[in-house]
């Protein structure tokens, strides 16, 4: 299931543990390498022995980190995958001797990760021993996809490194229309036979404005006699120059070390706009003091702008009308970061050049067209960091379908949040058992990426323990299951393979065992009977000996990722399309032998877990994928019989039905990537209403019924956008919508795990509580700017 790659461009697994890994397809961008990698350098080729076959590495230039290793011996005959696509004799037609190749390494437990290049051929290498020269090194696999990240020369790459880190310019951004491939032979001269394609070098940078104003600030002082006009243009902007150029600063060193500041004050959009706020204040009192010193002096001539101030006011806020001008004509949100800083920078000039006029000769009165801006900044940024700081209260709000009934409202602060250090993202659905919460993340960034499984105190939102494997583990998004004082759950995403399920204690996190699989492990087990259900991939569905994770039967030839359930004695699954199987169906299996009961084609690939109840059956499907809408977007979803298979219905919806339905006696309620909220009649599937919330919605909408103390039916909604919703599932209505980034402080958020909803009463009040995890940050393109979190939020019925 091709479950949140980017949106998530950079939200890989490569969970790279001890054993050698399959290649990666998912998008790396070049700048998160660059910010995580502990070791980068070259390397030269000494010598290469075709025959063993074997090549010996020794370290060149050295660009982050000091390498402990000077020599790295490498065997070359492959791993498993590398030996099953003949890949050593393509890499040993690709390197030579003398030749200089680029080393991305860093250690993962006791070994080391090594992902090398050489003019447009990318390949993994696993280095095991203690160094400095006991570290034996292997190569795994050849790394097609990496294409993507960079396809250029060596040499090419080498400059992208040197200036990336030095923060020159902005590594190029991964292309994820190049076609998976490796670079070009090479001539027995040790050239590559022709260029490797079009150089993915990286455009000419924008020059922060500090760059320019700097030196001519230096010339203006040093040769007025030369520049005499430049000169008098400094001292009337003096300070405005100097607090732009600060600003600049501050704003572009914020961005660079964004995941290390980003739970401070100054690494809040908030704090970061106040701050600037009272720098701006200070700057244009000083300001005011020189126009007043100006004055005392006669000298009030010189703060008159000049021609060359007009042009530039003028010529800057016209582009800057422009540039707002086309993001309105897209559809961008001019109060929302990115384009929020956009207004931040121009609104100032806008306000500076409407005074334009009022300073002409003698109306030159009370402050100077430098203050007009100064002042103008202050406000601006104050409005700014007052929008962020305050969109808690205008997002979280309570907006009542009927003011004269009890409805759930939404508590203000959240009960707590789960805020673990580094990079990251939580992609499952939460899991609650014995006031714990056990949900699982990908964290790290570049090639250090890695999946870890949380445990949480559910009152509290301490974290218990974590499980990583010495941070070989895959990227989870698996939902983990516990049943008699074990946890299980499986690593991977769609593009994955080689990988496990996984049972821990769920007192301590110790592992218990692991059943190995081909594919990869996204859907949720189940756990009855003593027996764990799960599909694998393009293993098909898995019936393992809970306590042992020895295989009972398996289901072959069809690709699951969706979430199995067992009722009644039988297993219910969809299939959907993968790497080697395509055949889409829905599948009823005995439970016990997994022979098939019936099955039912499906016109399009599943990924929905199915909802079964009394004598139907409801299932979701559809074209495109968890972060990508088919260029013919459809879904659907189907009733069927649970005995037979028949079709009882199918409701068509305009995108991918992705998740699971919520179903009571006379309605059936699900969402879709189009957007909508959708109750339909569940004797026929007609359209009660639909509730658009104007993001692609990839979660299952929870269900709340009327039974069991509670007292007001409510349906709970989460949109990939962050923003959570409590309709009336009987009108569509919302009781309140909540936006997650505001409890984070955060402009970006991503959900594609469900939310957890458990409702209690407390002292005659009905309360809810909402556990939801996700990831947010300024740039959820890039892991290393991706925080993981998990909130626990509250309602009550008042």
Known sequence: MKKCSWILAAAVCLGLSTTAQTAIKNLIPLKDVLATEQYIFSAKIDKIDSDKPSMIL???ETFKGKPPFQRLPVNLSGDAEAKRENQTPKLLKRIAHDMSIMLFVHRQGRNYVAFAYSNGTWFQMLGQGDPPEGVVWSFNHLEPYFRRTFKGTTEELKKVVVDGLAGKSEPPKPDEKEPPGIGPEIEPSGKPKGPPGPSDAPPLAVIPTFVIIGPLAILATMFPAVFGGLALLMRRWMVALSLTCFLSTAYFVRLFFYRYLADTWFGSDSGMWLSFAALSAMSAIWAIRRYRKAAENQELDAWLPGK???IA????SVCGLAIVIVAVSLGRPLLRSPWLDVLVTFAPLWITAAALPYYRGERVTGASLETVFLWSLVVVCGLAGAMEGGRGSSRSRVLSANLEVRSPRMVEKPAWKFEPSGSGMILSSPCLADGRVYVGALVGAGFSQHGRLYCIDAETGAEIWSFDDAKGLRGVFSSPCVANGKVYFGEGFHEDRDCRVICLSADKGEKQWEHPTTSHTESAPVVEGGKLYIGAGDDGLYCLNADDGKVIWQRKELHIDANPVVHAGRVYIASGVGDIYKTT???CLDANTGKEQWGVP????????????GSQVFIGAGNGNFSVSDPNPRGIVLCLDART???IWQFDAKDAVLSRASVDDTSVWFAARDGFVYCVRRSDGRLRWKYDAK????????????GDGVVVRSLYVAGSDGIVTCL?????TPYWSRDLSADVSQPQVLIDGTPLVVSRVVEGVERRSIFIGFGAGRDLSQLSTSLPRFLRLEDEVK
């Open 58 to 60: 020794t370290t060149a």
């Open 308 to 310: 060359w101030d007009r």
């Open 313 to 316: 006011i003028v010529a800057l």
């Open 585 to 587: 169906l829905f599948l």
């Open 602 to 613: 499906l016109e399009f690939p599943s990924f929905a877990t199915a909802t079964v109840t």
């Open 645 to 647: 298979g028949k079709r």
């Open 695 to 706: 993001a692609p919605i990839v979660s299952s909408p929870v269900f709340v019924s009327d």
């Open 728 to 732: 009336d599932p009987d009108r569509g």
